[in-house]
Structures are given as structure tokens and as C-alpha cells.
């Protein structure tokens, strides 16, 4: 199993980002994926999530309107597209798969770096 992110980099306030979360090993079309984040010194937050078909979405509040998760059942990929960044959102962002079926499996990427500051 792998999840592989990318995408992350140094960009200005204001900018936007769009990561990518590359899966493999598992059928990734049964799996609830969601972006998390980890700034310095704090816990890991979650971000968005969406569910296996892509049919709903959910995003923290802080999020809604600058974030966009989607994903690709083809290419086995889920994407955040992220607008109007601001540096409070500076921090490893990681992806996230979670099976639908029973017994639960959850597996994690090894994150990707955004820093945004001009």
C-alpha cells in the first residue's frame, strides 16, 4: 500500500496550491479519502474529506471556501486544490485513505510541505 503526495512548495499569501495524493495497493475506489494537516507545534488537523464515489465532500470551517477536495477513481488520485492562501496555512498536509468495509483499514501518505510567506 502507498500513498504517495506531492504538489507542495513555497508560495506567496494569496496563492494557490493543488496537491495530489497518487494511490496504490488497495481499491481505491472503496475508500473515503480526506487531507490532513500538521503545522509546527500542533496536532494534526483534518482538512476535507470525500467519500468513495466523490458524491459528498466535507471541509473544515476554516477551509470552505478556499479548499477544493476531488478525486479520480481512474488514476487512483485524490486531489485539495487550495486558493487565497494564507501563512496560517503553512504546515505538512497528508492524505488519507479509509476503508468502507468491515474490518476497518486506514492507511497514511508521508505528507507534503506548504509554506506560504512572502
Known amino acids: 500500500v502507498q500513498l504517495v503526495e506531492s504538489g507542495g512548495g513555497l508560495v506567496q499569501p494569496g496563492g494557490s496550491l493543488r496537491l495530489s495524493c497518487a494511490a496504490s495497493?488497495?481499491?481505491?475506489?472503496?475508500?473515503?479519502m480526506s487531507w490532513y494537516r500538521q503545522a509546527p507545534g500542533k496536532g494534526r488537523e483534518l482538512v476535507a474529506t470525500i467519500t468513495s464515489a466523490g458524491r459528498i465532500t466535507n471541509y473544515a470551517d476554516s477551509m470552505k471556501g478556499r479548499f477544493t477536495i476531488s478525486r479520480d477513481n481512474a488514476k487512483n488520485t485524490v486531489y485539495l486544490q487550495m486558493n487565497s492562501l494564507k501563512p496560517e496555512d503553512t504546515a505538512v498536509y497528508y492524505c488519507?485513505?479509509?476503508?468502507?468495509?468491515?474490518?476497518?483499514?486506514?492507511?497514511w501518505g508521508q505528507g507534503t510541505q506548504v509554506t506560504v510567506s512572502s
Open positions: 488519507k485513505a479509509r476503508s468502507t468495509t468491515i474490518p476497518q483499514y486506514a492507511y
Open positions: 495497493g488497495f481499491t481505491f475506489s472503496t475508500y473515503v
